[in-house]
C-alpha cells in the first residue's frame, strides 16, 4: 500500500478485498497448522493424542501471541506512519519490530522450560495424555524463536505493502507441515514429538522466505537498505498497540486450559478430547474472522493516519457484514453435517462422535458473535486506541469465568458447553455498540470541520 495508494484511485471495497483475502488466507494456512496436527494426531495416536494436544494447546498459546503482538503492534504502527508519509518513522518501526520479536523469543523459551509442566497438572491432565503434552512442549521450548519470528513477520510485511509475499510464505510453511507430519508421526511413529518437530522445521521455513524479502530489494521500506535507528517510543507504542493480540491468543490459551480442566472433572477423557475437536471446527471459522479483522487494519490504520473517517465507517461496515455472513455459513455446515467434519479427526469412535455433536450444537451457536467482537478489538488497535482494544480483549476473558463456575453445577458437561455463547451474547451486547459510538463519532467530527472549513 504505497502513500498514494489509498488516496483517491482505489475503491474502499477493492483495497479491502485487495488486503482482506491474502490475509484470510494467511490465517487459513496458520489455522492448517494445528488442524493438520490435529488430523494425524487423531488418526494415528487416537483419543489420548487429541486430548493431549488440547491440554499442550493453552501453554504455547503465549508463545504465539508473543508473536502476534509484535506484528500486529509494530504493524499497525508502520501502516499509520506511512498514511502520515513519514517513510522514514515507518522503517523505524518496522526495525524495531524485528529487533522485539528476537528478544520475545528469549522470554518465550525460558517461559516454557519453567512452567510448562505445572500448567499441564493444573488441567488435569494424567496418565497417556500428561506424557504426550510434555513431549510436544519440550519441542517449543527449543523452538520458540520460530514460533515467535514466524508469527510476526507476515503482519510486518503485510504492512510493507506485500500482502501476497505475507501469504506466500504462510502457504510454503504450511504445506511443509503437512508433509512433515506424514514423514514424522504417520510413517517414523514419533507420536506427538513428531508434530511439534514438523510445526516447528515448517515455521523455520516461513521465517526464512520473510528475511529474505525484508532483505530484497521488492521490499518497499527497504528496511535492511537504508539506515534506521531503532526507537525505544516504538517499542512501547509497538507493545501497546498489540497487546491486545497477545491478550486474545492468552485468552483463548487460559479459557481452553478451564475448559479442560472442568470437561476432565464433569466428563470423561472423552469429553476433552470432543473439545480438542470441536475447538478445531471453531478455529476453522475464527481464522478467517481474524484474517478479515487483520485484512481491515492496514485501511483502517492508513485512513486513520490520513484522517478519513467516512471511509473508515465504509470499511467497518463491509468488514462485519462478511464476518457475519462468513459466521452463520460456517455454523449451517456444521449442524447439517456434524458427522462428516467430526470425521476428519476420527473414524469409529461413537462417543467421540456424539459429544463433539453436542459440542457443536451447543459451544458453537453464537460463534458468529466473535468474529464482530475480534473485529471492533482490531479497530481500536488500528486508530492507536491500544487501551480500548486491550480492554476489550481482557473483557472477553473475564465475562466467561462466571458461566464457567455456574452452569457446569447444574448443567454439568452441557454447562461447560453453555458457557462460551451465553458470554459472547453478553460481550458482544456492550462491545459492538461503543465501537460503532466510536466511528460515527469520529466520522461527524470529520463532517463538521469539512464544513467549518468550506
Not at 63 to 68: F, N, P, R
Request: aromatic residues 12%; proline residues 2%.
Amino acid at each position: 500500500m504505497h502513500t498514494t495508494d489509498l488516496k483517491q484511485s482505489d475503491s474502499i471495497t477493492k483495497t479491502f478485498w485487495r488486503f482482506t483475502i491474502p490475509a484470510i488466507a494467511a490465517m487459513i494456512v496458520n489455522g492448517l497448522y494445528q488442524l493438520v496436527d490435529g488430523i494425524f494426531v487423531g488418526h494415528y495416536i487416537g483419543a489420548e493424542g487429541l486430548a493431549a494436544i488440547n491440554i499442550a494447546w493453552p501453554v504455547i498459546a503465549v508463545v504465539g501471541g508473543l508473536g502476534l503482538m509484535v506484528g500486529m503492534g509494530a504493524g499497525s504502527l508502520v501502516s499509520i506512519y506511512r498514511g502520515e508519509g513519514n517513510l522514514h518513522k515507518a522503517r523505524s518501526a518496522m526495525a524495531t519490530g524485528l529487533v522485539l520479536a528476537l528478544g520475545l523469543a528469549i522470554v518465550a523459551s525460558v517461559y516454557l522450560y519453567c512452567f510448562s509442566a505445572s500448567l499441564i497438572g493444573l488441567q488435569g491432565a494424567s496418565g497417556l495424555a500428561h506424557g504426550y503434552a510434555s513431549d510436544y512442549l519440550m519441542v517449543f521450548e527449543l523452538g520458540a524463536l520460530a514460533t515467535v519470528v514466524a508469527g510476526a513477520l507476515p503482519f510486518l510485511i503485510r504492512n510493507d505493502d506485500s500482502p501476497f509475499v505475507a501469504t506466500s510464505m504462510m502457504v510454503v510453511g504450511a504445506l511443509t507441515n503437512i508433509v512433515l507430519d506424514y514423514l514424522f508421526i504417520g510413517v517414523m511413529s514419533w507420536g506427538l514429538k513428531g508434530a511439534a518437530f514438523a510445526t516447528v522445521l515448517a515455521q523455520l521455513v516461513s521465517v526464512v522466505i520473510g528475511l529474505a524479502y525484508l532483505c530484497s530489494s521488492r521490499s518497499f521500506l527497504g528496511v535492511f537498505r537504508h539506515k534506521v535507528k531503532l526507537s525505544f517510543a516504538d517499542a512501547k507504542q509497538s507493545l501497546v498497540l498489540g497487546c491486545s493480540s497477545l491478550v486474545m491468543f492468552m485468552y483463548y490459551g487460559v479459557l481452553v486450559g478451564f475448559h479442560n480442566r472442568l470437561f476432565a472433572e464433569y466428563g470423561t477423557p472423552v469429553s476433552v478430547a470432543a473439545f480438542a475437536v470441536v475447538g478445531y471446527l471453531m478455529t476453522l471459522y475464527y481464522v478467517v474472522a481474524e484474517g478479515i479483522a487483520e485484512g481491515m487494519q492496514p485501511q483502517v490504520s492508513f485512513y486513520h493516519g490520513e484522517k478519513s473517517y467516512a471511509k473508515i465507517a465504509n470499511v467497518a461496515k463491509l468488514a462485519s457484514l462478511v464476518s457475519l455472513v462468513a459466521g452463520l455459513a460456517w455454523l449451517a455446515v456444521l449442524n447439517v453435517f456434524p458427522d462428516v467434519v467430526i470425521g476428519m479427526f476420527s473414524s469409529g469412535n461413537e462417543a467421540l462422535l456424539q459429544q463433539a455433536t453436542l459440542g457443536i450444537r451447543l459451544h458453537l451457536s453464537a460463534m458468529y458473535l466473535d468474529g464482530l467482537i475480534i473485529l471492533a478489538s482490531m479497530y481500536f488497535l488500528s486508530v492507536g486506541k491500544g487501551g480500548k482494544a486491550l480492554g476489550i480483549s481482557v473483557a472477553n476473558m473475564l465475562v466467561q469465568f462466571p458461566f464457567l463456575y455456574v452452569l457446569p453445577k447444574f448443567y454439568g458437561v452441557e454447562g461447560v458447553w453453555l458457557a462460551m455463547p451465553i458470554s459472547n451474547i453478553v460481550l458482544a451486547s456492550i462491545v459492538l455498540p461503543v465501537m460503532w459510538n466510536d466511528i460515527y463519532r469520529q466520522k461527524r467530527k470529520q463532517f463538521a470541520l469539512t464544513h467549518a472549513i468550506a
